[in-house]
């Protein structure tokens, strides 16, 4: 059973970089075919992806928070990380790490399948 | 870009219930919608996939249709434990829908 565990400060000042770690357990990070996302919440709303990537490390970001955002990964340690850098209180949210499923079939390529999430952790931007 | 809407936002339904939550996309996204269902407090939890796959481990009771524009979610017989929010996503483009909210009658 895959488990995904989000780590990092709860709280984070205005202007500075929001720094969380993702660490997988009973599956590789390595695995074909399994990208790894970084998804947020804001408080009493809705769902947005940040970014994905691959254990090779390629990446791909949500175009309108491309210029903030650096998502890498260490393999030997079965983590992946987020950074949010010039953080305001508009990126206050609950940030979840999820594995993210992409496959053939006949109809398609599918990307964004979140089948394992992490239990997600409260990232508050304040001074 | 794609814009996702779902109808109701908002129901209120009993234990033993058929309920539906529609989710519509501005343009035709084939079959590529996911749905999740959310407890508070919780992570989301995969249901569905490619419009119409049921996640492995998910109650047959679940179950989704649609292509092109028009998605649904049913549940045949509502559950105590059902009482949640439900997100459609559109996959490859990692849109989600803005929710629709099961409640206690």
């Known amino acids: 059973q895959v488990q995904l565990q989000e780590s990092g400060p709860g709280l984070v000042k205005p202007s500075q970089t929001l720094s969380l770690t993702c660490t997988v357990s009973?599956?590789?990070?390595?695995?074909?075919?399994?990208?790894w996302s970084w998804i947020r919440q804001h408080p009493g709303k809705g769902l947005e992806w940040i970014g994905y990537i691959y254990y090779s490390g390629s990446t791909y970001y949500n175009p309108s928070l491309k210029s903030r955002v650096t998502i890498s990964v260490d393999t030997s340690k079965n983590q992946f990380s987020l950074k949010l850098s010039s953080v305001t209180a508009a990126d206050t949210a609950v940030y979840y790490c999820a594995r993210d499923l992409h496959y053939y079939d006949s109809s398609g390529y599918y990307r964004g399948v979140f089948d394992y999430w992490g239990q997600g952790t409260l990232v508050t931007v304040s001074s | 870009d794609i814009q996702l809407t779902q109808s109701p936002s908002f129901l209120s339904a009993s234990v033993g219930d058929r309920v539906t939550i529609t989710c519509r996309a501005s343009?035709?996204?084939?079959?590529?919608l996911a749905w999740y269902q959310q407890k508070p407090g919780k992570a989301p939890k995969l249901l569905i996939y490619a419009a119409s796959t049921l996640q492995s481990g998910v109650p047959s009771r679940f179950s989704g249709s649609g292509s092109g524009t028009e998605f649904t979610l049913t549940i045949s017989s509502l559950q105590p434990e059902d009482f949640a929010t439900y997100y459609c996503q559109q996959l490859n483009s990692y849109l989600f829908g803005p929710g629709t909210k099961v409640d206690i009658k």
């Open positions: 343009q035709g996204i084939s079959s590529y």
């Open positions: 009973g599956g590789s990070i390595s695995s074909g075919g399994y990208y």
